[in-house]
């Protein structure tokens, strides 16, 4: 059994001590110290060993759970999972700019369906203040620039705030050299459906259920599509095609709609499946910062050692939807056919926006912002669960997915759907029905409700004329 004596927990950093504790069982796991189905030590001895809470133990064992590195079985403790026989450690990519570099200055929301005419709108989930000054120094700045057309690939100042960003907060790895900025993250899935043409590829699979417009713009691409099912952990990865050079879009952090989040033992079976097939896997990870509970799960990309993940983010969840500003990361092969077709193309990001992100993000208010928001928006989540349970009955029940922008909500057998979500557009309330919402298969019809722009103090009662008879 492993000894955590060596954990060397600092209560002197600014790193919370949970994190601390996570990173060096992650690290022993990875490294291969220690083995599939070794018991790590009970949450009292844990806390004995480290001098932490028992409670401190508890989160960090819990996000260990949560990425698949542990498991528990009960009245048993804690094990070490089985991941593959692979080279799980993280080191240097070639061409990868140095984090020193990176930081040299400034120099997808999920929605589909009929949008009311009407909205809630919740002025605490962004500061507007801050982003103003950001835009109002821009045109004082860099009034030169602003006469210039805009880099096809996006502009160099935010290239390098994002690199930047991507490695602390997400674990990606990317020079500014791989980044392509687009305006949303289906203006990218173009570019990239010709990247992928290029490579001979034909065939891309996409998640049951799962995001309908990225479908829709692979079917006027030419491309033939797979639906995949989605489990408990994940895209069903044993339903993949085999012995063909294919692509597959996956949300492995926070998949969409489901919330499912793919174990690390899958992640590495899914870069397998991609290397054995000469295949393309496109990482969604449109939200996975808001993650209310434990970390945000470290992105797939870090894991990549083939150069065979695509990585896709946008800022429209973090940000304010406006603002259609998404990126991609692209592997080495894949950029180079990215500068072959780049000149075919004009940059639709404005230029302004671009550049107020980059200092946006470069003096740190950025960060500050999701922080404030993933605060925010848990509470929301937990008063919407609590309304739907009080206000619901047996009408509807909420299914909690402990992160994202929305909530899912499951109708009983006496709810008219239809009803239910005009009466959510009267409201100003974002429902979407399950026609609209990625369920419109299966057994479970579920409907996708959006908690993030109502206001904290009116969901309780917003909820409860909802839910009224």
Request: charged share 25%; hydrophobic share 35%; proline share 6%.
């Amino acid at each position: 059994m492993i000894q955590l004596f060596s954990a060397n927990i600092d209560h002197n950093q600014s790193t919370p001590l949970y994190v601390q504790l996570y990173r060096f069982i992650k690290g022993e796991i990875s490294g291969g110290r220690l083995p599939a189905g070794e018991r790590l030590p009970s949450l009292r001895e844990a806390a004995r060993q480290t001098g932490l809470s028992i409670t401190t133990c508890s989160l960090a064992y819990g996000q260990l759970e949560t990425e698949g590195y542990i498991f528990s079985k009960p009245q048993s403790g804690f094990y070490v999972a089985d991941l593959p026989a692979m080279d799980k450690t993280v080191g240097t990519v070639p061409g990868v700019l140095s984090q020193k570099a990176a930081k040299s200055g400034p120099s997808g929301n999920k929605t589909a369906g009929t949008v009311p005419t009407v909205l809630w709108h919740d002025p605490e989930a962004f500061d507007f203040r801050s982003w103003r000054k950001c835009v109002t120094r821009v045109y004082n700045d860099c009034e030169e620039q602003l006469f210039t057309r805009g880099d096809v690939q996006g502009e160099l100042a935010l290239r390098r705030e994002i690199a930047r960003y991507v490695y602390e907060a997400r674990g990606v790895y990317a020079s500014e050299e791989q980044i392509v900025v687009g305006a949303g993250t289906q203006q990218l899935t173009a570019h990239l459906g010709r990247i992928l043409k290029k490579l001979g590829i034909a065939y891309v699979s996409v998640e049951e259920p799962g995001y309908l417009p990225v479908r829709r713009m692979f079917l006027d691409a030419g491309f033939s599509l797979r639906e995949v099912p989605v489990g408990p952990e994940g895209l069903r990865i044993d339903r993949l095609p085999v012995n063909i050079p294919s692509a597959v879009y996956v949300s492995p952090a926070n998949q969409f709609p489901t919330g499912a989040v793919m174990p690390v033992a899958k992640r590495y079976e899914l870069l397998e499946w991609a290397k054995e097939n000469e295949s393309v896997i496109i990482e969604d990870d449109y939200d996975s910062e808001l993650r209310y509970f434990g970390r945000p799960i470290p992105a797939l990309q870090g894991l990549d050692k083939d150069g065979r993940v695509v990585y896709i983010s946008s800022f429209s969840s973090t940000l304010f939807p406006a603002v259609r500003i998404s990126y991609m990361v692209l592997p080495a092969k894949l950029t180079e056919l990215f500068a072959s077709i780049r000149e075919e193309y004009s940059q639709t990001c404005s230029k302004t926006e671009q550049l107020a992100l980059a200092y946006f993000m470069a003096d740190g208010t950025y960060e500050s912002n999701i922080r404030k928001k993933r605060a925010l928006y848990a509470r929301k989540l937990t008063k919407a669960v609590r309304a739907f349970g009080k206000y619901g009955g047996d009408r509807i029940r909420p299914l909690d997915t402990r992160s994202g922008i929305s909530l899912l909500l499951l109708p009983g057998d006496g709810l008219d759907v239809e009803a239910f979500c005009r009466r959510g557009a009267e409201l100003g309330l974002r429902i979407l029905p399950p026609e609209n919402g990625a369920f419109s298969s299966g057994p479970e019809k579920r409907m996708v409700f959006y908690y993030n722009q109502v206001p904290l103090g009116e969901l309780d009662e917003l909820i409860r004329r909802l839910c009224a008879e």
